[in-house]
C-alpha cells in the first residue's frame, strides 16, 4: 500500500532516518517504538506527507486513505460533539441534506411550480432516496452514537460544545471521528494516553473488527501486545523489524543482541590473530605478500559493534520511614461536589499497612480529585479522612511536573530537595531515571512532559515515606522507566495507592482494586489480572461467573449497604489481626515449652538421674505437665489458624 524507498531526513545536523526502506501492507497491524526523541511521530509526518524526506521518496497505492491521530493539536470544524463525530460521513450527510431540501419543496410546492417542475423534483427525491439506502445512510446516527458511547461519553453529552471539554475529551472525538471515517490505514499516536480503562478494553475490542491496516506508537504495552504482529524499532535512524507483537520483540531484541555479541567475540579474536601473523612475519622478505595481503583484508573487514545496552538496567529503591501502624487510611462516608455538581458520595475506603491497591474509574469519575482530598490538597464536602498512626506519605501528580523551577539543572533540581546525606546518590537517582551523562546539566525547560515526570518521581527518593499517594505516575513515560518504577514499588515496604489505566504496570503490583464507578467505590479483592476479565466480560455482556486458573472473589451485589459492608470488612480486619496476634503468642510459647522439653529429655536420658529417687519423679512430672501444655497449645493453634484461614478464604467485595 505505502513504500518509502531510501527515505533520509536530518534536522539540522541531526540524522532523523538514514537511507530507511520500509513496505506498509494492506492489513499490517504495526507498533512503532524507541526512545523519546527519535523520530516516531516524524515518520508519521512523512506518511501523511506533512513533511518531506531529505533524500529518497515514499509511494502509495491510488486508492490509499490514511487516518492519523496526533498526541495533541486538534482542528474541529463543528461545535458539538455529536457534529463533529459525525462528520466522517461528511458525503452522506449532505446526500441527506439534498433529500430534506427537496422533501420541503414537495411539501410546500410554489404557486409558479409546473407539473414538469414538480416531477423533476420527485425524480430526483427518488434518485437521492435510493442513493442514501443504497450508502446505508441510515446508520449515521446510529455509528456516531455506538463509537461516542465507547469512547466514554454519555447521550447527554453529544450536543455539549467541544470547547467545554479539557484536551484529554477532545482527543476521544477526534478518536471517535477518525474511526468513524474508515480509513485504509490508521496512524494513533498515543492513543491510550487518555482512556480510561472501560475506553481502552472497548477501543480493543474495536480494532480486533477493523480491516485495514494499523500503525501504533505506544508506552502501553499490553496495548501493543494485543494489537499488533509487528514491531518497528527506531534507533539511531535506522528501523529494525521484528515479526510479532511487543512480548516477541523483547525476547527477539535479546536473542539477536546475544548473536552480534559472538560476532563481535568472534570477529575480535580473528583480528588479533592476523595482527599477531603482521607483526611476526612483518620484516621476512618471504612473507611480504601474505603480510600485505592480510594487511588489506583487515582494512576492509567490515567492523562488527557490541550491542548498546538500550534497557540500562539499572534500580533504585525509594526511602521508607519508620514502620507505621496497621491501619494506614480510613475514609469514611467522604462525599464531594464541584458547583453543585456531586462527584461521589459517601465513600468509604482503607488501606493497610503494606497493601498495594489501585484506584481505576473512567476519566471524570473522581479519581484524581478522591486522591487529593486523601493527600490533604483538598478538604471534602463531607466525611472524614484519617492517617493512621506514624504515616508519612507523599503525593505525585502530573502537575507537580508542571511546578518545577525552569531555570535549574536537572541536579540542582534534585539536589534542592536532598538532604545533605544523600547528595552523593543524586547523580545515580537520575541516572535510575534515564538521565545520565552531560542530561543532568540541561535546565529543566527544555525537557519534554515525560522528562518532567521522570524528574518528579525522581524528587520523591530523597523523602523517606511508607505511604505513596501517585496519581497517574506513568504518563508519558516509556516502558523502560515503567519497568525500573514498578520494580520499586515492588521492594517498597510501605503502602502504596496508585491512580492509574496502565493494565501492564499494575498487573503484579496490586492486590486490591478500588473502582470509582457512577459516584459509589466498589472493591474488587484480588489481583489487576482478575478485575480485567470481570471488565472484560461485563464488555461482552457476559453475566456468568468468569472462569479462570487464577483465585478470584465474588463480587458485591449492585443494592447493598455501602457503609453496611464497609463496618462488616473494618470488623473482620480487626478479628483477623486478634487471631493473627493470638498465633504469635501461641508459637513463642510452643517454642519456649519444645526448649524446655528438650532440656528435660536429656535429663530423662542421663542414667545417673535415677540415683535420686525423688529427682527422678519430679523430672517426670513437669516434663508430663509440658507434654499436656504442648498438647492443648497445638489445639488451640489448630482452631485458631482455620478460623484466620476461613476469614482469609471468604472475603467478598464489602462495598
Known amino acids: 500500500m505505502i513504500r518509502l524507498n531510501n527515505v533520509s531526513l536530518a534536522f539540522g545536523s541531526r540524522a532523523?532516518?538514514?537511507?530507511?526502506?520500509?513496505?506498509?501492507?494492506?492489513?499490517?497491524?504495526?507498533?512503532?517504538i524507541g526512545p523519546n526523541g527519535t523520530g516516531k511521530s516524524t515518520l508519521f509526518k512523512l506518511i501523511c506527507r506533512l513533511t518531506e524526506p531529505g533524500e529518497g521518496d515514499l509511494v502509495f497505492a491510488k486508492d490509499t486513505s490514511i487516518g492519523y491521530l496526533p498526541?495533541?493539536?486538534?482542528?474541529?470544524?463543528?461545535?458539538?460533539?455529536?457534529?463533529?463525530?459525525?462528520?466522517?460521513?461528511?458525503?452522506?450527510?449532505?446526500?441527506?441534506?439534498?433529500?430534506d431540501k427537496i422533501h420541503t419543496q414537495l411539501e410546500n410546492p410554489s404557486i409558479s411550480m409546473q407539473e414538469e417542475d414538480h416531477q423533476?423534483?420527485?425524480?430526483?427525491?427518488?434518485?437521492?432516496?435510493?442513493?442514501?439506502?443504497?450508502?446505508?445512510?441510515?446508520?449515521?446516527?446510529?455509528?456516531?452514537g455506538k463509537v461516542l458511547k465507547g469512547m466514554g461519553f454519555k447521550e447527554s453529552d453529544f450536543e455539549k460544545n467541544i470547547d467545554t471539554f479539557s484536551g484529554g475529551w477532545q482527543m476521544r472525538v477526534a478518536l471517535s471521528r477518525l474511526l468513524l471515517q474508515d480509513p485504509n490505514l490508521l496512524l494513533l499516536d498515543e492513543p491510550t494516553n487518555h482512556l480510561d480503562i472501560d475506553s481502552i478494553l472497548w477501543l480493543e475490542d474495536y480494532l480486533k473488527g477493523y480491516k485495514g491496516g494499523l500503525i501504533i506508537i505506544s508506552h502501553d504495552r499490553t496495548f501493543l501486545d494485543r494489537n499488533v504482529t509487528k514491531v518497528w524499532e527506531l534507533e539511531k535512524g535506522k528501523v529494525y523489524e521484528y515479526y510479532g507483537n511487543y512480548s516477541f520483540y523483547e525476547a527477539e531484541k535479546e536473542n539477536r543482541a546475544e548473536m552480534q555479541t559472538a560476532r563481535y567475540v568472534n570477529q575480535q579474536?580473528?583480528?588479533?590473530?592476523?595482527?599477531?601473523?603482521?607483526?611476526r612475519f612483518r620484516a621476512k622478505n618471504t612473507k611480504a605478500s601474505q603480510v600485505q595481503s592480510r594487511i588489506h583484508m583487515l582494512e576492509k573487514m567490515e567492523k562488527e559493534e557490541l550491542p548498546e545496552n538500550t534497557t540500562k538496567q539499572v534500580k533504585f529503591k525509594f526511602r521508607t520511614s519508620k514502620q507505621s501502624g496497621v491501619t494506614v487510611l480510613d475514609v469514611k462516608d467522604v462525599s464531594h461536589e464541584y458547583d453543585g455538581r456531586l462527584i461521589f458520595q459517601n465513600i468509604c475506603l482503607s488501606i493497610e499497612r503494606g497493601e498495594r491497591v489501585a484506584l481505576v474509574g473512567q476519566n471524570g469519575s473522581g479519581k484524581s480529585t478522591l486522591s487529593r482530598i486523601i493527600a490533604g490538597l483538598e478538604q471534602p464536602h463531607s466525611g472524614t479522612i484519617k492517617m493512621g498512626h506514624n504515616v508519612l506519605f507523599d503525593y505525585f501528580a502530573q502537575e507537580h511536573a508542571e511546578k518545577l523551577n525552569s531555570d535549574n539543572t536537572l541536579l540542582q533540581e534534585v539536589e534542592s530537595v536532598a538532604p545533605f546525606s544523600m547528595i552523593p546518590q543524586v547523580r545515580h537517582i537520575l541516572?535510575?531515571?534515564?538521565?545520565?551523562?552531560?542530561?543532568?546539566?540541561?535546565?529543566?525547560?527544555?525537557?519534554?512532559?515525560?522528562?518532567?515526570?521522570?524528574?518528579?518521581?525522581?524528587?520523591?527518593?530523597?523523602?523517606p515515606t511508607n505511604f505513596l499517594i501517585l496519581d497517574e505516575p506513568t504518563n508519558h513515560i516509556d516502558i523502560t522507566t515503567k519497568r525500573i518504577l514498578k520494580d520499586a514499588l515492588?521492594?517498597?515496604?510501605?503502602?502504596?495507592?496508585?491512580?492509574?489505566?496502565?493494565?501492564?504496570?499494575?498487573?503484579?503490583?496490586?492486590?486490591?482494586?478500588?473502582?470509582l464507578r457512577n459516584g459509589n467505590i466498589h472493591v474488587h479483592l484480588g489481583g489487576f489480572g482478575d478485575f480485567l476479565e470481570m471488565k472484560a466480560a461485563d464488555l461482552h455482556g457476559d453475566t456468568a461467573e468468569v472462569k479462570t486458573n487464577r483465585a478470584s472473589l465474588p463480587r458485591q451485589e449492585e443494592g447493598s449497604s455501602q457503609k453496611q459492608q464497609y463496618l462488616l470488612k473494618k470488623e473482620m480486619n480487626a478479628r483477623r489481626r486478634k487471631l493473627t496476634k493470638e498465633i504469635q503468642n501461641i508459637e513463642e510459647k510452643i517454642a519456649s515449652l519444645e526448649t524446655q522439653k528438650k532440656e528435660l529429655d536429656s535429663i530423662l536420658l542421663d542414667p545417673a538421674l535415677y540415683n535420686n529417687r525423688e529427682k527422678s519423679v519430679e523430672i517426670n512430672k513437669q516434663h508430663k505437665t509440658i507434654i499436656q501444655e504442648l498438647s492443648v497449645l497445638y489445639n488451640g493453634w489448630d482452631t485458631t489458624n482455620t478460623e484466620l484461614e476461613s476469614i482469609n478464604d471468604n472475603q467478598y467485595d464489602p462495598v
Do not use: P
Request: glycine residues 6%; charged residues 30%.
Open 120 to 144: 423533476l423534483l420527485l425524480d430526483q427525491y427518488a434518485h437521492l432516496q435510493h442513493q442514501f439506502e443504497v450508502v446505508n445512510g441510515a446508520k449515521v446516527d446510529k455509528e456516531t
Open 490 to 515: 515492588l521492594e517498597y515496604t510501605g503502602s502504596v495507592l496508585i491512580v492509574s489505566h496502565d493494565r501492564d504496570f499494575l498487573d503484579g503490583l496490586v492486590s486490591k482494586v478500588y473502582e
Open 431 to 463: 541516572g535510575a531515571f534515564l538521565f545520565s551523562g552531560d542530561d543532568v546539566f540541561k535546565t529543566v525547560r527544555v525537557l519534554s512532559g515525560g522528562e518532567k515526570s521522570r524528574l518528579s518521581l525522581a524528587k520523591m527518593l530523597l523523602k
Open 269 to 279: 579474536k580473528k583480528i588479533k590473530e592476523v595482527e599477531r601473523f603482521i607483526e
Open 71 to 99: 498526541q495533541e493539536g486538534f482542528v474541529f470544524k463543528k461545535k458539538t460533539i455529536f457534529d463533529e463525530a459525525s462528520s466522517a460521513f461528511d458525503d452522506v450527510l449532505h446526500l441527506k441534506s439534498q433529500i
Open 16 to 32: 532523523i532516518f538514514d537511507n530507511v526502506s520500509l513496505h506498509i501492507r494492506r492489513n499490517d497491524r504495526i507498533g512503532l
